[in-house]
């Protein structure tokens, strides 16, 4: 039985490092010592579905609130936590929503996980902006309608890539459930241009990671119709 254990763990690190990775990039024994600290990680998913708390009727009745706040009691899950995120992340500029998605997101800037800007889309009246720099988005949340805002002084820090100039941006949230935040944030980062001294660069979302994912709720399949979605674990 602990054979099979084993085997099962190194055949599903290997499927899942190849499907972020080609291991034809990396030596057999890069390969090997890769796939050892997946199996560790998977080794320690039971420990972290055991700090998540699910709280039935918050914040309001019929909702089920996964709170992920548990996971900054234990460091070193953290830092796995964080390595994780930043393997799903292909592009250096990530944007992110108020509040909890900070706190998983800003660690980002601190390791070497390629992420060099964060944007930050906070609730209407928390953004301090000069005029003409604020856009304001609705987004439809599991538990009703909200509004967040950003800059476009911030996209337009961002670093562009290819010929084109484009600034791709990588959406970053703590949970997805409904999905409604990331397809408003998307909206409208897919339907911006910023100016910069280049003159005006277009925007355009590369990818959604999450840290959890709600899979019940399906809304991996409307964001897909936007771009890939990623997440590190699902319940």
Known sequence: MQEYAVVRYRSAAFAQFSSYVSPLE????????ECDKRICFMETL????????FYDGFPKEGIVFIDLLPLLNDAAVFREVEREIALRISCGNVAVPEA???IFASPLLTVDSGVDTLIAFRKSGKL???DGDLVEIPVMKEYGGDSLCFR??????CRT???DSVIEITVFDDVLATGGTAEGMAIALNALSVGTVDGN???R???????????SIGARDRLERIAPVKSVLQF
């Open 26 to 33: 990396f030596s057999p024994a890069d390969v090997d010592r």
């Open 46 to 53: 039971d420990v972290i579905r055991e700090k998540i708390r």
């Open 100 to 102: 909890r998605g900070f």
């Open 128 to 130: 301090p902006h000069v």
């Open 152 to 157: 476009k002084s911030d996209v337009a820090a």
């Open 161 to 163: 890539v290819g010929a």
């Open 201 to 203: 660069i277009p925007v």
């Open 205 to 215: 979302v590369r990818e959604f990671v999450f840290l959890a994912e709600i899979t």
